[in-house]
């Protein structure tokens, strides 16, 4: 049976290699040349079908997956993972003109209040808008780097990402600064600029001082351990203090497990990404990818590394699976080779079977 299905695959090897090689026939090359570029090419794929196949079928692998681990106590948990806190404020540089807006309502005989004018007081401002855009991608970068936990803004950081993510914030805080300095430099210049700019919709009232103005940028970046549930130092009798210590650990519960489901979705979408991307052969229409296909995924097989707090089986195997199947694969190897696309997009596709059922 062995002996069997190694013929198969030399004889899909064999004809992939011809075929490829007959495709990309080099001008002037000879019979001796061609068949060294064959011996090469061939060489490449045994070596990556070997690499997606040495530890068997992702996804009956994955399944065989069934003793459930226990659940990690709070302190095993604590010591692998905190919680952080990000808060950026900023001036939105609009505000609504109520007069304007009762006009527009009187113009267009509508009750007044149905209509609501708001109005950019430095009109399109180049330094302001510098400062809201890079506030929106540190607040993106925030949520790739970190996990979920409470509705109040607190974030899971794992304590093997912490490093990581403490340069990468503390580098976007340097800079978010250094383009609020620019803005306010430039403010008073804006104010004389927006008057040509907004007319009769103009009122220098509305405008902060420099002073007040700077008070309205805050970056403020906070840790803070994970909070152990015998750690109550309240005086409520120990009956009501075992039923608080309850609550906290289902809460305690319900929030680990939505973060690790985050961590299972954000590698779902990413997956499903590339499988759709890779599904078509060079005989069809080519679907056209963008580099950040394979940057996506090879950012979620770290993640499912430094983010699995709870040491869980399943996605240390699926990462491991991802990372073998994944090394050394680039984007414009996808692009050009058939063969090589069809088997990982079969990976990803094994993978995306076996992954936990989160009503994706």
Same mark, same amino acid.
């Given at each position: 049976?062995?002996?069997?299905?190694?013929?198969?695959?030399?004889?899909?090897?064999?004809?992939?290699?011809?075929?490829?090689?007959?495709?990309?026939?080099?001008?002037?090359?000879?019979?001796?040349?061609?068949?060294?570029?064959?011996?090469?090419?061939?060489? @490449?794929?045994?070596?990556?079908?070997?690499?997606?196949?040495?530890?068997?079928?992702?996804?009956?692998?994955?399944?065989?997956?069934?003793?459930?681990?226990?659940?990690?106590?709070?302190?095993?948990?604590?010591?692998?993972?905190?919680?952080?806190?990000?808060?950026?404020?900023?001036?939105?540089?609009?505000?609504?003109?109520? @007069?304007?807006?009762?006009?527009?309502?009187?113009?267009?005989?509508?009750?007044?209040?149905?209509?609501?004018?708001?109005?950019?007081?430095?009109?399109?401002?180049?330094?302001?808008?510098?400062?809201?855009?890079?506030?929106?991608?540190?607040?993106?970068?925030?949520?790739?780097?970190?996990?979920?936990?409470?509705?109040?803004?607190?974030?899971?950081?794992?304590?093997?990402?912490?490093?990581?993510?403490?340069?990468?914030?503390?580098?976007?805080?340097?800079?978010?600064?250094?383009?609020?300095?620019?803005?306010?430099?430039?403010?008073?210049?804006?104010?004389?600029?927006?008057?040509?700019?907004?007319?009769?919709?103009?009122?220098?009232?509305?405008?902060?001082?420099?002073?007040?103005?700077?008070?309205?940028?805050?970056?403020?970046?906070?840790?803070?351990?994970?909070?152990?549930?015998?750690?109550?130092?309240?005086?409520?009798?120990?009956?009501?203090?075992?039923?608080?210590?309850?609550?906290?650990?289902?809460?305690?519960?319900?929030?680990?497990?939505?973060?690790?489901?985050?961590?299972?979705?954000?590698?779902?979408?990413?997956?499903?990404?590339?499988?759709?991307?890779?599904?078509?052969?060079?005989?069809?229409?080519?679907?056209?990818?963008?580099?950040?296909?394979?940057?996506?995924?090879?950012?979620?097989?770290?993640?499912?590394?430094?983010?699995?707090?709870?040491?869980?089986?399943?996605?240390?195997?699926? @990462?491991?699976?991802?990372?073998?199947?994944?090394?050394?694969?680039?984007?414009?190897?996808?692009?050009?080779?058939?063969?090589?696309?069809?088997?990982?997009?079969?990976?990803?596709?094994?993978?995306?079977?076996?992954?936990?059922?989160?009503?994706?």
């Amino acid at each position: 049976m062995y002996e069997a299905t190694n013929q198969n695959v030399d004889q899909n090897v064999d004809q992939n290699v011809d075929q490829n090689v007959d495709q990309n026939v080099e001008q002037g090359e000879t019979e001796a040349e061609r068949a060294a570029r064959a011996a090469q090419e061939k060489q @490449r794929y045994l070596t990556h079908l070997e690499r997606i196949t040495k530890a068997g079928d992702v996804s009956a692998t994955l399944t065989k997956y069934t003793p459930a681990a226990p659940a990690p106590s709070i302190s095993s948990i604590s010591s692998s993972a905190m919680l952080c806190e990000l808060s950026i404020s900023q001036w939105t540089g609009r505000k609504k003109d109520r @007069r304007a807006s009762d006009e527009v309502a009187r113009d267009n005989r509508a009750d007044v209040g149905v209509a609501s004018v708001n109005k950019k007081l430095l009109g399109d401002c180049a330094e302001l808008d510098a400062v809201q855009k890079l506030t929106g991608n540190i607040r993106n970068m925030h949520y790739s780097m970190t996990m979920p936990w409470s509705d109040t803004g607190m974030r899971l950081v794992p304590t093997a990402q912490y490093f990581k993510y403490h340069q990468q914030m503390t580098a976007l805080q340097t800079e978010w600064e250094d383009l609020v300095q620019s803005f306010l430099s430039a403010y008073d210049w804006e104010i004389s600029q927006s008057q040509v700019k907004l007319g009769d919709l103009f009122d220098r009232d509305e405008y902060p001082t420099v002073s007040a103005l700077t008070n309205k940028f805050a970056f403020r970046l906070s840790y803070i351990p994970l909070p152990d549930a015998g750690d109550f130092r309240i005086d409520i009798g120990n009956e009501a203090m075992e039923q608080v210590r309850s609550h906290y650990e289902d809460y305690y519960s319900r929030q680990l497990t939505n973060a690790m489901n985050d961590v299972w979705q954000r590698t779902h979408k990413a997956l499903s990404a590339m499988s759709d991307r890779l599904d078509y052969a060079d005989s069809g229409t080519k679907k056209v990818f963008r580099n950040s296909l394979v940057d996506n995924v090879l950012e979620m097989i770290e993640l499912l590394d430094v983010c699995n707090v709870t040491g869980d089986s399943q996605m240390s195997a699926l @990462r491991d699976k991802l990372d073998n199947s994944m090394r050394g694969i680039t984007p414009e190897a996808l692009r050009e080779d058939e063969y090589l696309r069809r088997e990982t997009k079969q990976v990803v596709d094994d993978v995306i079977a076996a992954l936990p059922n989160l009503d994706m």
